[in-house]
């Protein structure tokens, strides 16, 4: 795809670079070529530099094995330029370890048990990792693909990894792939855990208005959030939504007791009930009683027995009415009060029961029931 000359001027390229980075990592030792004899002061050693193996691989026959050599040379650069001091093994040197050909260092790096191995003969803490691909479309215009991994060696974990497709010439590779490089390095955000528990079987569980579950007795869980704010909802018939703006921190898990009053609505108090039913039924006894005060003796009565029985039993039930209808009053006040307070308080509330029953010389009325 891409000619001799155009590869080596790459290499010559990105070969400048390796140079000066690598000339860094060259560490002089005090000695006496250097002007010190044995009475000068002491210099201790410096720490031995991590080391990191770095390697880019050909996918497919479309890409030449020297532009992938040349590549790495570049990836080296960046890597090391991140770290001072920072040793940096390239190809060459984990082939030669490896004594395996590209294919052979490409199923190593899938391998876990391999990676050991390799950070055992390498001394290696992390290994860059990655494949180029090369695609030609039907006009002719060039595309490229690659995939980096940065690996642990000692057990396998991926600390990260950078895919991308890029269009265009070898100019646009070579930015996307040094744009690459500090994601790599990105540090990775651990997610959080939610736990959720309700009081009320058959809730439904909803974070960010995505479902969770239905509550069954055994607590929801969701194994990766994304650390921050997240609005978490629980809904169940005949209740009041429980909804929560909850905070899920990085690497924690959260746990959540929804408690779920039940809905109100409007729900008249039973003073409403009670003191209607008072009202009504002493309003009725009032009227018949108050009409029965009315009446007049018949002919048949004599003038001593109307004095004496027939009008103080008027008198009675004229006073009876006025009785009824004060109490009439006391319930219409009391449902003037249940309507005022109906609705402040929407717990569930014990039913009350009011009841009237005629008695002689008048009527008795009793309540039953909290309010």
Sequence with gaps: MFGAVRVASVVLALGAITTMVRAQDEVLLPSEEAGLDDEGPARLAPPIAPRVAVVLLPAGPDVDPAMTDALTELLIAGVAARGEG??????????????????????????????GRLGA?????????????????????????????????????????VFREVSGD??????????????????????????VRATVQGAAVTLDGAAIGVFEGAPLRRETVEPGTHVLQVE??????????????????????????????????????????????STTAAIAFGVASQAEPSGDVSMRDA???????????????????????????????????????DAPRERATAWVAPVAGGVAAGVAGRF
């Design 170 to 195: 070898l100019d646009a590779l070579l930015r996307a792939l040094e744009e690459s490089i500090p994601e790599l390095y990105a540090r990775r955000v651990q997610p959080g855990r939610l736990v």
């Design 307 to 345: 004095v004496e029985q027939f009008y103080p039993a008027r008198d009675a039930e004229a006073m009876a009415a006025n009785v009824l209808l004060g109490i009439a009053g006391g319930g219409a006040i009391a449902v003037a009060v249940g309507l005022a307070i109906s609705g402040v308080d």
């Design 121 to 161: 003969l390498l001394d290696v803490r992390e290994i860059i990792a990655g494949t180029l691909a090369a695609r030609v479309d039907a006009n002719g215009a060039a595309s490229w693909a690659f995939d980096l991994h940065r690996l642990d060696v000692r057990d396998g974990e991926q600390l990260g990894r």
């Design 236 to 281: 169940a018939p005949g209740f009041r939504a429980f909804e929560r703006s909850v905070e899920v921190e990085e690497g924690a898990t959260l746990m959540i007791d929804a408690v779920l009053e039940r809905a109100g609505g409007w729900t008249p108090s039973p003073l409403v009930w009670v003191g209607g039913a008072i009202a009504i039924a």
């Design 86 to 115: 920072l040793q940096i093994v390239g190809k060459e040197e984990l082939q030669v370890q490896l004594e395996r050909d590209d294919a052979e260092t490409a199923r190593c790096i899938e391998s876990a048990a391999c990676l």
